[in-house]
């Protein structure tokens, strides 16, 4: 929403929220009846979204669509990786909303900062003083880089539905397009890392050893690839079971830095969110 003040000035606001209280009459007097036939389709149009419950609802390219709660956790974690070790959950905030201008409250971050820390993502260290924003407080980032590494072949906005993981390989051989084999590793990926760690643990290694843990992960990748091109649906056996025998062990050092590391998984969420394709 623009708006044009008599001193020439150019105001952009993301929601009323944003209006100064004092500007509200003057905007109300502009507003306009919209016609029923208008209201009656809007009407329609939310029961739709009622009946998909959806945890959140956005505006993508004007139109209002039922979408997952991590949609803005790309913005979050890549102002989380500007931040020290340890930084203000405020700073955070206001850095999301102040850059991005994405048209969501605080209120919304504060909660998926609850859901990082859950995941083990961050770290309070300090408490909110009594009657504070919970977001008035130290946290802790370490946890960071785990986070991104367990969520390298996740893609926004989720992948078509379908009834089973097998049904992408088989659109993938058949229409001989990897964009498919995306799909099934963005839904496979949370199976794929708990074997990882699983070997991680028998091998008696460190199971937050986060460099050797994305280099055995890419490797396992580009392995599935080597399996895909082997797959035979005809035998009977769906691709999930056949690939189960990868072998997790075979990897190369990795040599990237931590921070560096980051950096570079913050590119690849970037580039397959918006290719719509697993990431190299």
Known sequence: MWETRPDGCIVQYNGWGEVEPYHLGRMASLGKKLPTNYLRSLANRWRELQQKNSPLRAVINGKL?????TLYDTFI???LDALDDEFRESV??????????????DGWIALRVEQFIKEGLLLPITTPAPNAPIYHRMLNGDGIISYVAERIFQLEPEPPAVDSL???ILSALREKNLLYFSFFL???????NKRIKGFLSVDGGNLYDTDRFIDIKISCREQMLQKLMDYDPAKGAEYATYIYPVHLGFYAPFS???????GVLFDQLQNGAINGVAVP
């Open 77 to 79: 974690l890549r102002e």
């Open 256 to 262: 990237h830095g931590r921070r560096k590391m980051v």
């Open 65 to 69: 669509v039922s979408v997952s709660e």
């Open 166 to 168: 097998n049904e992408y």
């Open 92 to 105: 955070l905030v206001g850095q999301v909303l102040g850059k991005n201008q994405l048209g969501i409250s």
């Open 186 to 192: 963005h839904h496979y990926e949370t199976q794929l």
